[in-house]
Structures are given as C-alpha cells and as structure tokens.
C-alpha cells in the first residue's frame, strides 16, 4: 500500500458510514504468498501437533501437544474464516477444495458455514432476524412474555456451559446435525462431517485406545470450540454493545457499535487469526486477517473502538449478559 493511500486514509476529516467502509476496500487485498504461507504452515504445525498426541515419547508431551494441536485447529478455522468470505485465496481452486476439505473435518461443513455466517454478517446487532447464525438476542420485554419452555431454550443456548461445550452444542449439533434434519439435500454435508468424525473417532480408539481418542480428537476439538464460540460470543455479547430495531439499523453502525474489539496479547491474536478485530472484519469481511492490525494502526476512525477482554472478571461480566433493554439501551441480567 503506497503512502497516498495511507494519507488519504488517516489524513483529513474523520469518516463515518459509507465514506469510511469505501476507504477501507483499500486494504482488502488479498497476497498470495502470505495467504499461502499462513494456511500451509499453519497445517504443517497442525498435523505435527496431532502426531505428537500419538508419539511423543511420554504422557505429558502428548497432553501438550493435544492442547497444541487444539490452539493450530483455532487459528486454521480462522483461516478457514477469512478465505469463506473470499478475502483470502479467492481465485484459487486448489485452496478451495483443500476447504471445502477442511470444513468437514472441522465440523464446519461449506453450505452451512456460509450460509449462516453471511446472514449474521448481513443482520448483526439487528434484534429480529440475527438469531440466525449468531446468539438468539430477545429483549426483555418479550423474554418476560415468553412462556417458561421458550425462556429455557433462550437461556440454554446461552448459558457459560453450552458456551464452554461448544463442540457438542455449537458443531457437532448446530453446524452439522440440526441444518442436515433441517434440509437434508441442501445440507448433506452435515451428515458427512459427522460420520467422518465418527469414522476417525473409531478408528483412533481401535488402534490407539482412549488415548489416542481423548488427545488426538476429542481435547483439541475441545479447546478450538470452547474458545471460538467464547470468542464469538463475546464479540456481540459484551457490556457496551447496541442492538437495533429495523428503522435505526445501519451497517456501518452495527460493526462499529456492536461488534467489539477483544484486546488479547501477540501470542494470543496469532492463535486466534486476529479474530479479535472484530469491528474492522464486520466493517469489510475482505480485509485478510494478517492486515487487521495494520488497519487499526493507520485508520484514526477505528482507534477508539468498544472493548472486551479474557480477564476473567469480563469473562464474567459478559457470560451474565442475557436480555436487551430497549429502555435503558443496554444487556442486562435477568
């Protein structure tokens, strides 16, 4: 990116709406080797994580190697992420199958994945309509006129554990099994993701026991789901967040003030796909992952975004979010 461009960016009147969204189509530029050596090497890590659940030499590498292995199937989902939304690789059909591939692996078949996500790109922060591929949002006024099974569902779906097994509640159940008894031809790669996991599943248990099981498959998948669903909870679900009826709606308005920015150390944003930039990705989903950063250096519009954390004190504060106050225009308990 030439320094024209930079200025042109970050010098002058402060944007806002379709201005600012325009100036950042020029970081959505997607470089080929980057793009490549990030999901190449991320998978070469990966793999050689999952081996060393099968042969390190003692029990606690194995375990350390598990929770690797768990961490790399995070940031390779991300990757996954980014190049679903064609920011990354999007002419390449090679990186094309070599995802489509993945997305059952990661119990993220393509036809779900994609239609999901773009619908929640298209109706975040909106209170009806957003459920879909996103947290259930209700307000509390509907939430107290609701009958007391559909309170539990809502709170279920919410609720700190099914958040924490998110592998069962969020993929194996909600990315794979629920779309594929929902529409069974249009999903069917659901059933496929399930039965390769289960053919996997077996075959580790019969060649290497409840080890190989344990640390090769079901821990790492663990780890990876219990943190992205936190991860994507949080980033919709904090205490500053807004939330819009149809008349007050904008797009540039629900990625700037309901979609936050997580402020996690270096390590933690590698493994992660800088995910947590969330409020530039909702402002342009083409901008690769890798100059999320970048962006938030050089665009003085975004510098002062709405903010959550992992400190365990947020953690707690956003897991007890549950309804949407229209009056007081803010998450509340109930």
């Given at each position: 990116m030439?320094?024209?461009?930079?200025?042109?960016?970050?010098?002058?009147?402060?944007?806002?709406?379709?201005?600012l969204?325009?100036?950042?189509k020029?970081?959505?530029?997607?470089?080929?080797?980057t793009?490549?050596?990030?999901?190449?090497?991320?998978t070469?890590?990966?793999?050689?994580?999952?081996?060393?659940?099968?042969?390190?030499?003692?029990?606690?590498?194995?375990?350390?190697?598990?929770?690797?292995a768990?961490?790399?199937?995070?940031?390779?989902?991300?990757?996954?992420?980014?190049?679903?939304?064609?920011?990354?690789?999007?002419?390449?059909?090679?990186?094309?199958v070599?995802?489509?591939?993945?997305?059952i692996?990661?119990l993220?078949?393509?036809?779900?994945?994609?239609?999901?996500?773009?619908?929640?790109?298209t109706?975040?922060?909106?209170?009806?309509?957003?459920?879909?591929?996103?947290?259930?949002?209700?307000?509390?006024?509907?939430?107290?006129?609701?009958?007391?099974?559909?309170?539990?569902?809502?709170?279920?779906?919410?609720?700190?554990?099914?958040?924490?097994?998110?592998?069962?509640?969020?993929?194996?159940?909600?990315?794979?099994?629920a779309?594929?008894?929902?529409?069974?031809?249009?999903?069917?790669?659901?059933?496929?993701?399930?039965?390769?996991?289960?053919?996997?599943?077996?075959?580790?248990?019969?060649?290497?026991?409840?080890?190989?099981l344990?640390?090769?498959?079901?821990?790492?998948?663990?780890?990876?789901?219990?943190?992205?669903?936190?991860?994507?909870?949080?980033?919709?679900?904090?205490?500053?967040?807004?939330?819009?009826?149809?008349?007050?709606?904008?797009?540039?308005?629900?990625?700037?003030?309901?979609?936050?920015?997580?402020?996690?150390?270096?390590?933690?944003?590698?493994?992660?796909?800088?995910?947590g930039?969330?409020?530039?990705?909702?402002?342009?989903?083409?901008?690769?992952?890798y100059?999320?950063?970048?962006?938030?250096?050089?665009?003085?519009?975004?510098?002062h975004?709405?903010?959550?954390?992992?400190?365990?004190?947020?953690?707690?504060?956003?897991?007890?979010?549950?309804?949407?106050?229209?009056?007081?225009?803010?998450?509340?308990?109930?």
């Amino acid at each position: 990116m030439n320094s024209s461009t930079e200025t042109a960016l970050i010098g002058g009147e402060l944007k806002t709406g379709k201005a600012l969204t325009l100036a950042l189509k020029a970081y959505a530029v997607d470089d080929t080797a980057t793009s490549w050596w990030c999901l190449l090497s991320t998978t070469a890590l990966w793999l050689a994580a999952l081996g060393g659940t099968l042969a390190g030499p003692n029990r606690a590498s194995q375990i350390c190697c598990s929770v690797m292995a768990g961490l790399l199937l995070l940031r390779l989902f991300v990757i996954y992420h980014d190049q679903q939304h064609h920011a990354i690789l999007p002419q390449s059909k090679a990186a094309g199958v070599f995802m489509r591939v993945f997305g059952i692996l990661a119990l993220s078949p393509n036809s779900i994945w994609s239609s999901s996500h773009n619908h929640h790109h298209t109706h975040n922060s909106r209170i009806k309509g957003s459920h879909i591929g996103s947290f259930p949002i209700m307000t509390k006024e509907n939430y107290l006129k609701s009958s007391r099974g559909k309170r539990f569902g809502y709170l279920f779906v919410r609720h700190p554990l099914t958040i924490l097994f998110g592998y069962v509640f969020m993929f194996l159940f909600g990315m794979c099994l629920a779309p594929f008894l929902a529409k069974p031809r249009e999903h069917f790669d659901g059933l496929v993701a399930l039965v390769v996991h289960a053919a996997i599943g077996v075959t580790l248990f019969h060649f290497g026991g409840w080890p190989a099981l344990v640390l090769t498959q079901l821990l790492p998948h663990f780890i990876t789901y219990a943190i992205g669903s936190y991860l994507f909870y949080a980033q919709h679900n904090f205490c500053d967040v807004s939330f819009f009826d149809k008349d007050g709606w904008t797009y540039e308005k629900a990625a700037l003030e309901s979609s936050s920015y997580m402020k996690t150390g270096r390590w933690l944003a590698w493994f992660t796909g800088n995910i947590g930039y969330h409020h530039i990705h909702h402002l342009n989903a083409r901008i690769p992952f890798y100059r999320l950063p970048q962006v938030l250096r050089e665009v003085r519009e975004l510098q002062h975004p709405k903010t959550t954390s992992l400190r365990p004190s947020e953690i707690i504060r956003c897991l007890r979010l549950k309804v949407w106050d229209a009056e007081a225009q803010r998450m509340v308990r109930v």
